[in-house]
């Protein structure tokens, strides 16, 4: 969908990372135009974002870009990308397996996978190229945005020193924790101080991969120390035998210069090993959310929304399931089907489920980390920290099965009465209003997910006339809409219900037996409903 001579495209997305890029992607497919500012000419080879969880490779799969990215992965196949958490040391002695994510995979189409950010980048930007919609502007940055009632102008200087101003009826800011774009719409943030500074290393050593050969199959590592009241030390590989990466807490003022790394790599392994040290960087560690995702035309995505400390892989993922969420909504704003409250509800869903996730989740651990440190030590009290590990073990496996992001409360969906929006919930089977669709195979002996629509689908089990009542009233609103025709049978009787709108981003809008069709239509768009 082209623009009008007023737009140099339909919306302009600054920052141009995994987010940024597969917001692009995703705005590409529905035939939006967009342009995709970012001031890195090549991705940067910092090994961050590395573990994709299920849900995300989704998204790749709906971008048409899952093979190649499965075939950009730095570790092989064969030899697992599972974490551990130790006591002490790494080799110390005590450990226990960490984000064990296959634990949910029957409720995802996908596996999960886990390789550098700079890899996945990569994808996407070649994805990205084969999108006609799409313009990638590399080595250019974003200096403002002004907004007016009718669009956007994104200031930008390219690397030659061109100055220049991109009109759009929208813009995105994907731009990191120090977002332009989120400053220059007068978007605030609330944020919580840990007072921390951490280090990252990215080393080399193959020595160390000599020593945790006693762990097959990991490939992240996390060590508990009771100086360290709840915060981490964490290994991470890049890829299978040489290049790592490691996280820890430092004193206030370290420097490059000033600090024996060598020293605490060692420590926090319990042993000593080669090393090459290719990165020292230091960050604080701090949580940042943004008190609106939206202002006006603008929106924020990804870190600019939200930032917190790289703790159980959630901020690459986070960022990418607010490409997808929003992705849809500036479509159907753009082609004209969108009900005044949609863009709206990208913020109602997207805002509280980040709060969750950094409250009862990444935050919540340290809590929890520093009480079992404080309350447990072998040294004191060996049978009573033995007994309180295998306790963590089991939680370990709880915390998967509680992190299932849903938009119980969004105000398009039908979710239960006095529901909120949260990171916590349950993986299961049935189809719920305003949760992500299980997969199923259908009788053809496709699975759900390769049926799905670009926009609504409906999922019509054994039903009669009501498919074609919602054809009709989709039609009447210009909502794009699938109807896929099945049995109650096969495994689909596990949605415990005949009728099921799937959202464009594989979210359950609505469940029933029986429908008022345009009704639910108009509330899944973000319009009022009839009287």
Request: charged share 25%.
């Amino acid at each position: 969908m082209r623009t009008s001579a007023e737009y140099h495209a339909s919306v302009v997305i600054v920052g141009g990372g995994p987010v940024g890029i597969g917001l692009a992607v995703d705005l590409g497919q529905r035939g939006i135009d967009c342009i995709a500012v970012e001031r890195h000419h090549d991705p940067q080879p910092i090994p961050k974002g590395q573990n994709l969880t299920q849900r995300t490779l989704e998204h790749f799969y709906f971008w048409g870009a899952e093979r190649q990215l499965r075939a950009a992965r730095t570790i092989p196949r064969e030899y697992g990308i599972g974490g551990m958490t130790s006591y002490g040391t790494l080799l110390g002695g005590y450990s226990h397996d960490w984000l064990q994510r296959e634990l949910v995979r029957p409720f995802y189409f996908t596996d999960n996978e886990r390789l550098p950010q700079y890899a996945t980048e990569a994808v996407l930007r070649r994805r990205a190229a084969e999108i006609p919609a799409i313009e990638a502007m590399y080595g250019s940055t974003c200096r403002a945005i002004r907004e007016d009632a009718n669009g956007v102008s994104v200031d930008i200087v390219d690397r030659d020193g061109t100055a220049r101003s991109l009109r759009a009826a929208y813009a995105v800011g994907c731009d990191g924790s120090r977002s332009v774009v989120r400053d220059h719409a007068g978007i605030t943030q609330t944020r919580s101080d840990h007072d921390r500074l951490m280090v990252l290393l990215v080393f080399r050593s193959t020595g160390l991969h000599e020593h945790l050969a006693r762990y097959p199959g990991k490939s992240f590592y996390n060590v508990l120390h009771p100086e360290l009241g709840g915060y981490w030390k964490f290994f991470g590989r890049v890829d299978l035998g040489s290049t790592w990466f490691f996280h820890a807490p430092v004193p206030l003022g370290t420097t490059r210069d000033n600090f024996d790394f060598k020293g605490l790599l060692h420590e926090a392994v319990g042993a000593e090993f080669d090393i090459a040290f290719e990165h020292i960087g230091f960050w604080d560690l701090r949580f940042a959310l943004a008190d609106s995702y939206r202002a006006g035309r603008v929106f924020i995505a990804g870190d600019a929304a939200h930032s917190h400390p790289p703790y159980g892989g959630y901020g690459i993922n986070s960022g990418l399931e607010d490409a997808v969420n929003l992705g849809w909504k500036l479509a159907a704003a753009i082609q004209g089907w969108a009900g005044p409250a949609l863009l709206d509800s990208y913020d109602a869903e997207r805002r509280p489920v980040f709060a969750s996730t950094a409250r009862d989740f990444i935050e919540k651990s340290i809590f929890t980390d520093r009480d079992f440190l404080s309350g447990h030590d072998p040294a004191r009290d060996r049978t009573d920290f033995e007994a309180a590990w295998r306790e963590r073990q089991s939680g370990a496996r709880a915390e998967v099965n509680a992190f299932e992001p849903n938009y119980e409360g969004s105000p398009i969906v039908f979710g239960p009465v006095g529901a909120a929006s949260s990171a916590i919930g349950s993986h299961a089977h049935a189809a719920r209003a305003g949760h992500h669709l299980a997969p199923q195979p259908l009788s053809s002996g496709k699975n759900i997910f390769e049926e799905l629509g670009r926009g609504f689908t409906l999922l019509a089990l054994g039903a009669d006339e009501t498919p074609a009542a919602f054809e009709h009233a989709a039609s009447s609103l210009g909502v794009p809409l699938k109807v896929i025709r099945d049995s109650v049978a096969g495994g689909r009787e596990k949605y415990a219900s005949r009728l099921i709108l799937v959202r464009p981003d594989q979210f359950v809008a609505w469940t029933a037996d029986e429908a008022e069709p345009l009704n639910v239509l108009q509330r899944a768009i973000g319009k009022p409903e009839s009287r």
